[in-house]
Structure formats: C-alpha cells, structure tokens
C-alpha cells in the first residue's frame, strides 16, 4: 500500500471519528427533547398552564411554579444586570491594567466555578437568616444574582473588548469625556453581545435549582406571591419535588414530564431570543 | 506669532524614549507634513498637540508644547477643551455606528449643545466643508457604515469639523483609501487650510509634497530636518533625508 | 487631476506666456534698433535681457518643483518637459536680441545701407522670424498642434534668405563699397545668422510643443 493512499485513509478515518462525535451530540440532544415531549405533550393544556397544583399534586397545573420562576428570572436580573454590566465595565474600561484587573477577573472566574449548592448555602446563610429575609423572592433573586454575576460581568468584560479601540479614540478627539465616550459609542456597540450573554444567563438562571432549595422555593403553595418577601414555586424545584416526594408517585409522573416540557421549552425560548435579538442588533450596528 | 510652538520635546513610553529633543514652529494655515520610516516617531508626535498620547498609560513628556502661546501641558489644562481646539482624523475611517447626521453631530452633542437648528446648520456646514455634502444630503438619517471608504473618511473629517477646531490633525488619512478618494481628500487638505492649520501624518511622500508647504523628515525619534516642502524635495540639507526621499533608504 | 495641481499647471504656464511676450517684444525692439541704428532702443534691450534671465531661473525652478512635488506622468510630463526645453529657447532667443542690439551700440554706423538692405531681403527676414515667434505663441495659448505644424515651413524662407545673404554680404565685402567695410559685413554677416537661428530656435520649440501634445517626437527628422 503506498504512502498517498495510507494517508487518504488514516485522513477519512479521522473526518469519521470527529463528525460521528458531533452528529452524536445533536443526537443526545433530539432524544432527550423527543423523550420529554412524547412523555409531557399529553398533560399540556390551557388549564395546566393556569391552575395551581390540586389533590396533593396529582392533579391541576403548575400555574404558580411558572410565575414564581418568571419573579426569580426578573428579580436576579434586577440585580445581576447592573452590578455585571457596570463591573464589566469598570475591568475593561476604567480600572488600570495590571495585577489587580487580572486577580478580579481570576476570582470572577473561580466564583462561576463554585457548585450551585454552594450557592444555595451561602444564599440562606447571608439572606434568608444573616440578613431575615427569610425564605422569599427576595432572598431567592439575590442568591441567582449572584450566581449569573461571573457570566454577565465575562460577557460585558468581552463585548467592550471587542471593539476597536479606534472608536474610542474618535470619540476622545471630538473631546467627549471617557463616560460619555462608554455611554454614547462603545456600550452602543457592544450591546448586540451584552444582550446575548444578559440573556444566556437568564437562560441558566430559570433552570436552577439548588440555590432556590434553601432561599426561596415552596413546596406547595396554591395561592401567587403577594410581594417579595413571600415564598414562592418554581419549576425547576417543583419538578424535583414531583420526581422525588408526594402522595401518589405513579400519577405524578405525566404531570413531573410536562413541567419538565414547559421548563425546556422556557430555557430553548429564551436561547432563541437571545440568537434572534443578536442578529437584530448585528444588523442595525454593522461593523465594516 | 507662530500657532503651534515646540520647545526640546522628550517623549517616553515607560523608559524608551519615542521623541528625543524637538523643537518646531508651525506658523497658522499652513500645512506641515511628517514623513518617516515606520516607528520613526512621527504618529507619536502628532499626538502630542491634543495630549492623545496621554490615554497610554505610563507615557511622559518633557519639554513645551504651546498652542497660541499656551503650554498644553501645564497644570489646569482641560484636555477635553484642548481636543475640541485641536480635531483628529485617523488613518482607518472611524465613523460610529450612527446615522450620517447623527456622527457630525456628535461633537456637538457631547460638548452639550442642545439647539436644534444650530446642530442642524452646523451639521450641514461641517459635510460641505468636508465636500460631503452634495453626496449625503439626501441620505442624513442613514447609517455612516453605507458609505464608502472615501466617504466616511471624509464623514470624519466633517465630524472634526463640526466643534470648529482651529487646527487638524491627521493620522495617514487617506492610507486606506483608493487612489480617487485619496485625491479628493488631498484636494480637501488645500481646501481646508484656508481656514485651519493642518499636521498630516502620511507613509506616503508623494502626498507629503503634493499637500504640505513644510515637511519634517524623522528618523529614530529625532527630527532630521525641517524645511519648506519644496526645499525638502529638491534640495534637502541633510543625506538622511535625501536617502529616505530618494527611495535609497535602509 | 487634483485641482490645486492644475493651478500649479496654469501658473507655470502663464509663466512661460509672459516670457514669450517678452521675447517677442525684444526681437521687436532689437529689430526696430538694428533698422533704424537707433542706440536708445539697443540699450533698452540689453537691460531687458536681465529680466528675460531671470524669467528663465524662474521657470527652471518652478517646473523643477512640480516634477519634484507632483510627480508628473505621461501627458503632464511631456508638459513640463517641453516647457523646460521651450524656457531654454526662449532665453537663447533673447540671447540673440541681445546681440544684436549690442551690435547697433557698438558700431559706428550712422545707418544701414539702404541698397543692401533691400538686396538681403533683411526686412523680410525679420518680418518672417517675428510671425513664426507669434504664432508659436499663439500655438502655445491654445495648445494647438495643427498651428504648431506651419512654423515649420516658414524656417524655410528664413534659410534661404540667410544663404543668399552670405553671396551678398561677400559681394560688397569684394566690391568694397562704401559704408559696408569688411568688419561690418561680417557683423551684418552675423545678424543673419542669429536670425537663422532664432528660427531654428522656434522650429524646435514647436517640435517640443508638438511632442507634448501629440506625443510625436519631430525632432531629426524630415518635417512634413
């Protein structure tokens, strides 16, 4: 066998093994989305969606773990937005670039590092007891806050760094002050990008569940949160709930798979925005 | 008296030093050109008259640089006032990603001009003194990245314009350009000095002759020599210049 | 072309014009002096030739800019090649005015001998030289090839009147007759030259013109 032809073959066999690895992934991902949805789609109706939960949970819908999620997702973005956006502004345009800039950006990375657990702990500790939150909205969006923070600050940190810095100093020369510089030109610009990672953790922030089982999360609560210093249900956690504790397990599960359903189909809508906003925006600030 | 003054420049990056000991006068509507091989000094000069070098950090600078008799570098200059005083154009075309109107109008906006119809004259006084006018005018709310390359170079040109510098600099503004939009900027250049004192930065010698009446040949941080762009060009004092000129360089 | 560049252009071009008309007008004067002996308009000539030089530095200098600054091609450097050569003919032109005018100083001669000079058709010589000086200026201002063309028949007539003259000039050198001594034959002798070659000096400045406009070098050859 000569060489050329050994070469083509070991080059085929490589083509092989990498596309094979990535169709699989894409597979994975179509199993557990038709898994989900052949099991859910038949308890999902309007009046799922709008009641709460009845007979111990084996019966209604999960109306209040939906809005008590979209609280949570409101509420962590309330906080997580300004602090990150403004933190990642402050690392790529104000603060000097040294050691204390990269040891921020070290600790901000580590900080996403942590296990979301960790996260519910420290919640509980500071908010729900240190602080008497108690078990609340309130307590429950700061703990998320704190959790998307290292993605909304990376996220910021990245889109400013991405533009050239020649815009900067085009606004410099017309004798524009470094804020009006950040606020007229380079936060414009690197919006499109800010947006997508905002978004992306949102995305993460509405999945999770640990952070929520200390600070925030009810059981059961038939009635909506009348402030935000009330408990609320979540989906995530709810669906936990149903998978692992109640009265009657076997008539839980259909309503366990919609809830799971409706929480992907949450978390996919919320990705397809984020693809949909970035593509408005690219398109509305193209860069030549 | 002359309009730009400087006195035994030292320029540092950290501890290498880009500018060693210049001293230059530029007289008021005139168009002075620097010329150099690249790392010659020259970019790091022309950012010098609006204090641009001062956003690298750890940069310094010795020596007096006095624009209508007035040290820029003395303590108590608002260098955002000076910026305004001393407009830049950049050898990439950097219009924001904003309309046409709203690019020229930024300067002004920034500097917290709120009139309307004062915005709306000086934006239109600002295109036709850039010679953008006649082909924009039609188009003002449109985005500034729907020109051509030409077009924003002069977009930016305008966009100086508009906070009524009395002086322009010019980082290589037409090196990226195509040979026409080059002309037309040049053509602009001798336009624009009737009323401004321009310092164009260019890799280009031929513009340097065609646009300047004195250029400045620098070489390794110093400046070799400083005459009228016609004695440069045809009769320079030093061999240094003569080599660089003559192509007969390195 | 970059508008500043051809008002450059037009300046060097109005330059050379007003050279022109200043050599005209001295071969005018010169040849007004030299029929009349009259020794005022002589010297009046041979101050001017000053101005004429420096006309010529002038030019010289200005046209070495533009190459130097603008880089000229093609079409713009055939331009400002044939006005550096043009600038030199003009100046050996004044040249000759001057040297005739320095001849109707220097001389004593009270007049020209009016039989002699209507024998050497001198009248119509100069007559011949000041009309192909005028309409290679007028060739010049409008940058019209087709004008520049004629000169080239009208040197002829200037050569055979200046062959003829020699004959003549060696006749009344022979015959001795009054007023035409030797020396002064020979110096008219010399007149005629000069105004031979002050059409060959024309003769080339349109050929230069031509190759500026057309891109045609004429020179050295037989012209048609």
């Given at each position: 066998m000569n060489i050329t032809l050994k070469k083509r073959r070991s080059q085929h066999l490589a083509f092989g093994i990498v596309s094979l690895l990535t169709y699989s992934i894409v597979a994975i991902l179509i199993i557990i989305l038709a898994f989900i949805i052949i099991r859910g789609i038949g308890v999902i109706n309007w009046e799922f969606l709008s009641t709460a939960p009845t007979d111990g949970m084996t019966g209604g819908g999960i109306f209040p773990a939906i809005v008590g999620t979209c609280y949570l997702i409101l509420g962590s973005a309330a906080f997580a937005f300004p602090v990150g956006i403004m933190s990642g502004i402050y690392m790529n345009e104000y603060a000097p670039k040294g050691k204390l800039v990269r040891f921020i950006r070290m600790m901000t990375n580590n900080l996403s590092g942590i296990p979301s657990i960790v996260f519910g702990l420290f919640g509980m500790a500071l908010f729900v007891n240190k602080l008497s939150f108690g078990d609340s909205i309130l307590a429950g969006s700061l703990t998320l806050a704190l959790l998307s923070l290292p993605l909304v600050i990376r996220t910021t940190e990245e889109a400013l760094k991405a533009i050239p810095y020649s815009f900067r100093e085009g606004s410099y020369a017309l004798g524009a002050t470094k804020l009006q510089t950040i606020r007229r030109v380079t936060l414009p610009m690197a919006l499109p990008n800010i947006t997508t990672g905002l978004i992306l953790a949102v995305g993460r922030v509405s999945g999770e569940t640990a952070p929520i089982l200390f600070t925030c999360a009810a059981y059961f609560l038939p009635q909506l949160p009348s402030g935000v210093l009330d408990q609320c249900m979540a989906l995530p956690y709810h669906l936990y709930v149903l998978a692992t504790s109640g009265t009657n397990m076997e008539l839980q599960r259909p309503i366990a798979y919609g809830t799971a359903l409706v929480l992907i189909m949450i978390v996919l809508l919320v990705n397809i925005t984020a693809t949909v906003v970035r593509r408005y925006f690219a398109n509305k600030v193209k860069m030549n | 008296m002359n309009k730009i003054e400087v006195k035994n420049v030292d320029f540092f990056y950290g501890n290498f030093q880009a500018l060693k000991?210049?001293?230059?006068?530029?007289?008021?509507?005139?168009?002075?050109?620097?010329?150099?091989?690249?790392?010659?000094?020259?970019?790091?000069?022309?950012?010098?008259?609006?204090?641009?070098?001062?956003?690298?950090?750890?940069?310094?600078?010795?020596?007096?640089?006095?624009?209508?008799?007035?040290?820029?570098?003395?303590?108590?200059?608002?260098?955002?006032?000076?910026?305004?005083?001393?407009?830049?154009?950049?050898?990439?075309?950097?219009?924001?990603?904003?309309?046409?109107?709203?690019?020229?109008?930024?300067?002004?906006?920034?500097?917290?001009?709120?009139?309307?119809?004062?915005?709306?004259?000086?934006?239109?006084?600002?295109?036709?003194?850039?010679?953008?006018?006649?082909?924009?005018?039609?188009?003002?709310?449109?985005?500034?990245?729907?020109?051509?390359?030409?077009?924003?170079?002069?977009?930016?040109?305008?966009?100086?314009?508009?906070?009524?510098?009395?002086?322009?600099?010019?980082?290589?503004?037409?090196?990226?350009?195509?040979?026409?939009?080059?002309?037309?900027?040049?053509?602009?250049?001798?336009?624009?000095?009737?009323?401004?004192?321009?310092?164009?930065?260019?890799?280009?010698?031929?513009?340097?002759?065609?646009?300047?009446?004195?250029?400045?040949?620098?070489?390794?941080?110093?400046?070799?020599?400083?005459?009228?762009?016609?004695?440069?060009?045809?009769?320079?004092?030093?061999?240094?210049?003569?080599?660089?000129?003559?192509?007969?360089?390195? | 072309m970059v508008k500043f560049i051809e008002i450059e252009r037009s300046q060097i071009k109005e330059d050379v014009n007003d050279m022109f008309a200043l050599v005209i007008k001295q071969i005018e004067q010169a040849s007004t002096a030299l029929l009349s002996m009259d020794k005022g308009i002589a010297s009046q000539v041979i101050v001017f030739e000053h101005k004429v030089n420096s006309f010529e530095l002038k030019i010289t200098k200005e046209i070495e800019d533009y190459i130097a600054l603008y880089n000229p091609v093609a079409i713009d450097l055939r331009f400002m090649l044939s006005l550096l050569q043009m600038t030199m003919d003009l100046e050996r032109i004044g040249d000759y005015a001057r040297s005739m005018a320095r001849f109707v100083k220097e001389t004593e001669m009270k007049e020209l001998n009016p039989e002699l000079v209507e024998k050497t058709q001198l009248k119509k010589m100069i007559q011949q030289v000041l009309a192909m000086l005028k309409t290679m200026q007028v060739a010049f201002t409008e940058e019209n090839a087709e004008l520049a063309h004629t000169i080239f028949d009208k040197d002829d007539l200037i050569d055979h009147i200046r062959t003829l003259s020699t004959d003549i000039l060696a006749d009344y050198m022979v015959n001795q007759i009054p007023d035409t001594s030797a020396k002064i034959c020979l110096q008219l002798q010399d007149v005629f030259r000069k105004l031979e070659r002050t059409g060959d000096h024309i003769t080339n400045m349109a050929e230069e013109f031509i190759f500026y406009l057309d891109a045609k070098v004429l020179k050295h050859q037989k012209k048609g």
């Open positions: - | 000991n210049i001293s230059l006068d530029i007289e008021a509507n005139k168009v002075v050109a620097f010329i150099g091989p690249s790392g010659c000094g020259k970019s790091t000069f022309i950012r010098i008259f609006n204090r641009m070098n001062d956003l690298i950090p750890e940069t310094r600078l010795k020596g007096s640089v006095k624009i209508d008799g007035v040290d820029i570098y003395q303590k108590g200059i608002d260098v955002d006032e000076l910026r305004k005083n001393v407009g830049m154009v950049f050898q990439r075309p950097n219009p924001f990603p904003k309309s046409i109107f709203d690019n020229v109008a930024y300067g002004l906006r920034v500097n917290g001009l709120k009139d309307k119809h004062f915005i709306c004259q000086k934006v239109e006084e600002s295109l036709k003194g850039a010679a953008l006018w006649e082909e924009v005018k039609d188009k003002l709310k449109e985005s500034a990245f729907a020109l051509s390359g030409g077009q924003q170079q002069r977009l930016c040109i305008a966009r100086a314009l508009a906070i009524s510098p009395s002086i322009l600099l010019m980082d290589e503004p037409a090196s990226a350009l195509d040979p026409i939009s080059t002309a037309k900027i040049e053509e602009l250049i001798w336009e624009l000095k009737k009323t401004y004192t321009i310092v164009i930065v260019t890799h280009n010698m031929q513009q340097a002759a065609r646009v300047s009446d004195k250029t400045a040949y620098f070489y390794l941080g110093e400046m070799i020599e400083y005459d009228d762009t016609k004695i440069i060009f045809t009769n320079p004092k030093k061999e240094s210049t003569q080599n660089y000129i003559t192509g007969r360089f390195g | -």
